[in-house]
């Protein structure tokens, strides 16, 4: 059964105090008519104390936390849009190359506590969107899929480190077949796919996510993962066996690009009007589905948040 929406005044933690405390960080783009200048922006769980952690030039987008570290890509210091992965902490101190692996505009995931990721690559010229694990700590890497007709893009780990949901299409360029949901091995075996998406629905030809940007809820079994249908991109969910599929948010509006809190609690997601004319990041209670806007009109593309950990 979808989710109701209930915008609410606030939207905070309840409990005994034990739980965990969270920040959020986000990708906003500064308007210029010389360069294409994408900042992060940190912010506190309840949308106050907005701060420019990068202010730098490049093009920097983060696309994963691990509790207080955040990992982002980075143009900085090489050409246009050729990405590494880059780490901070939420000050936007102490900033470093985390590998010389050169990267996709994707979606990445880390396991063994924050020490293998698992990223979208091009480490040549011949070779595009395939995946490796990255060793966070010394920056070497291992290369886990190699089919260069192919494309992996936004991998995911699931919650135990033993598999990976990816985005994948057998031909990267074939623009009649979409792209879909695939689980495999963590060690790239037994992959088989996940997701179907209805080829009869009005979206079917627009230009968009069909299964990307895939989450694994860190304590319930399923994924959730954005998909363009009935006009606007939405968040669905599926279970990993596939027995189950579902919209996870019944909402007027568009949503996008998500992020789980560690404990499962919290939803955050960049949001818009159907004309995608400005986007948002919002904040979902899951057990109560109270929902809070935590940004304003400052930017008009407010997007991506990932959530971080404040460690006591």
Request: charged share 30%; aromatic share 12%; glycine share 6%.
């Amino acid at each position: 059964m979808a989710l109701a929406i209930l915008v609410i005044s606030a939207c905070k933690p309840k409990g005994t105090g034990n739980e965990k405390l969270y920040t959020i960080a986000y990708n906003i783009h500064i308007p210029d008519t010389t360069k294409d200048d994408w900042e992060i922006i940190h912010m506190n769980f309840d949308g106050s104390g907005k701060k420019n952690i990068i202010n730098n030039d490049d093009v920097a987008w983060t696309y994963y936390a691990y509790k207080d570290r955040l990992f982002f890509i980075s143009d900085r210091d090489t050409a246009y849009r050729h990405f590494f992965l880059y780490e901070t902490d939420t000050d936007g101190n102490n900033v470093r190359k985390v590998s010389d692996l050169r990267l996709e505009d994707s979606w990445m995931s880390s396991r063994n506590n924050g020490k293998e990721m698992v990223v979208s690559a091009r480490p040549d010229r011949y070779t595009r969107l395939q995946l490796f694990i990255v060793n966070t700590e010394d920056g070497t890497y291992k290369q886990l899929t190699n089919d260069t007709a192919a494309f992996y893009r936004d991998p995911c780990f699931s919650p135990d480190g033993k598999q990976i949901v990816v985005s994948y299409k057998k031909n990267k360029r074939d623009r009649e077949t979409p792209e879909e949901l695939y689980l495999m091995n963590a060690d790239g075996s037994n992959m088989r796919q996940l997701t179907h998406y209805p080829m009869d629905n009005p979206s079917a030809k627009e230009y968009g996510y069909k299964a990307g940007s895939a989450k694994w809820h860190p304590t319930e079994n399923f994924i959730s993962y954005v998909s363009k249908q009935d006009g606007k991109n939405s968040i669905f969910a599926i279970t990993p066996d596939g027995t189950r599929q579902w919209k996870l948010v019944d909402n007027p509006k568009s949503e996008g690009w998500h992020d789980w809190s560690s404990d499962g609690k919290w939803l955050t997601y960049n949001g818009s009007d159907a004309a995608e004319s400005r986007y948002d990041i919002f904040l979902l209670n899951w057990e109560t589905k109270e929902v809070k806007q935590l940004t304003d009109s400052t930017y008009k593309s407010q997007l991506a948040p990932v959530f971080l950990e404040k460690l006591k």
